[in-house]
């Protein structure tokens, strides 16, 4: 475990080993986690850590602590769930909704068949140097992932894992100057549900779950074109 500063933010990280690579992962998220002191307990004879945080410490009032409980699952930190569950998976859509500055404005859609689909309106093009130019335009992509990319096949099991039926419908402080997705889920045929949510205030399995379909739109090449 490492205490540190990252971006000039002061945050707490596991260090993860495996046998030919090693691994940061966040305890601390946002500025709501200005205490957190972690322990380490065994549910059903798996290995839980538990968070304690809190807001800033103030002397004239004993902050309000609150736990939540991680486990190290998928090669990263999310909620611990007990009782994981096994829907239909029918397809889910990941949009960017936008804000008060420049996003990109964009949906994605993995459908059970392994085929995605893909339409941005703004978007933004890399001129190097960590430098970017906000484009405008329509731009749509029809693929089909590839069998032998095993993380779809995990990408469906953390979305069983993380029991999206049962999450909140919204996880936002209501920051307009901070982009809005949504994950839409369909699941079991006939059912679906939809939550928003700002990245910093998402919990650690949706924040995982947005940084891998992210990545999928990210990276075109691994997509067959249809």
């Not at 500025?31 to 002397?59: A, I, M, W």
């Amino acid at each position: 475990m490492v205490y540190g500063v990252w971006n000039g933010r002061n945050c707490l990280m596991i260090y993860v080993t495996g046998l030919n690579n090693a691994t940061f992962h966040f305890i601390t998220k946002g500025t709501s986690d200005y205490l957190c002191f972690p322990t380490v307990t065994t549910v059903n004879e798996q290995t839980v850590l538990v968070r304690h945080v809190g807001k800033e410490f103030c002397r004239s009032e004993i902050p309000e602590i609150k736990t939540d409980s991680l486990i190290y699952k998928f090669r990263t930190f999310i909620e611990f769930n007990s009782s994981p569950t096994n829907y239909q998976f029918d397809k889910i859509e990941l949009s960017s909704l936008g804000s008060k500055k420049d996003c990109s404005i964009y949906s994605i859609v993995i459908n059970a068949d392994r085929t995605v689909k893909y339409h941005t309106t703004r978007y933004k093009e890399s001129l190097g140097n960590y430098k970017f130019k906000e484009m405008q335009g329509s731009f749509n992509f029809k693929g089909t992932v590839d069998t032998s990319f095993n993380d779809f096949n995990e990408l469906v099991a953390l979305i069983n894992y993380l029991n999206l039926p049962k999450a909140q419908d919204t996880y936002s402080s209501s920051n307009e100057d901070e982009n809005t997705y949504q994950f839409v889920y369909s699941y079991n045929h006939q059912q679906t549900k939809t939550i928003k949510f700002q990245f910093e205030d998402a919990t650690y399995g949706l924040q995982e779950l947005f940084r891998r379909i992210d990545n999928m739109r990210e990276n075109l090449w691994m997509w067959k074109k249809n």
